[in-house]
């Protein structure tokens, strides 16, 4: 089992959050809250409104998000969800833990370490947008997420 930090569309009262439960991608499992220990730029970008996590450490904010354990199936399931390498990249993050349920070793406080979905391959233009520490497809930065159902036509972001 791994741990997956999830910052957008998978959290939960999110568009995706339900791909996490669906038992055809395999098992996931709510840890805890969390947000990175160092500072990230989280934007809403593209025609579609996706949220983006660009890798920058150092440069936006601490994004707050959830840890999930998942097992190989749903890992591989995410990677081709986030279109790993092309458009995110699955790299480590250093959390720091809020509210817990589940796994004795992560306690509220704590730091640990989780797989996160970032990005390197973005728009020239994209760190020079308004970043967020949480995300919400509903927030008031009024940029709504388009299901990837209604998307027309090329790769998100372009």
């Keep these: 089992m791994t741990h997956v930090f999830v910052y957008g569309t998978l959290k939960k009262g999110q568009p995706n959050h339900y791909h996490l439960f669906d038992k055809a991608n395999g098992e996931a499992e709510f840890l805890a809250s969390a947000s990175t220990s160092e500072k990230f730029p989280l934007v809403i970008a593209g025609e579609y409104n996706i949220p983006f996590l660009l890798n920058l450490p150092g440069q936006g904010q601490q994004v707050q998000g959830e840890i999930y354990r998942v097992d190989q199936q749903m890992l591989r399931y995410l990677d081709e969800f986030e279109e790993v390498p092309s458009m995110y990249q699955r790299t480590v993050v250093k959390l720091q833990v809020k509210e817990c349920e589940g796994e004795e070793q992560l306690s509220p406080g704590s730091s640990t370490e989780a797989f996160v979905y970032s990005t390197t391959t973005y728009q020239p233009l994209w760190p020079s947008l308004p970043t967020c520490d949480s995300y919400d497809s509903q ?17 998100p972001g372009s």
């Design 139 to 155: 927030g008031p930065h009024g940029l709504e997420y388009v299901e990837p159902a209604l998307w027309t036509r090329g790769a």
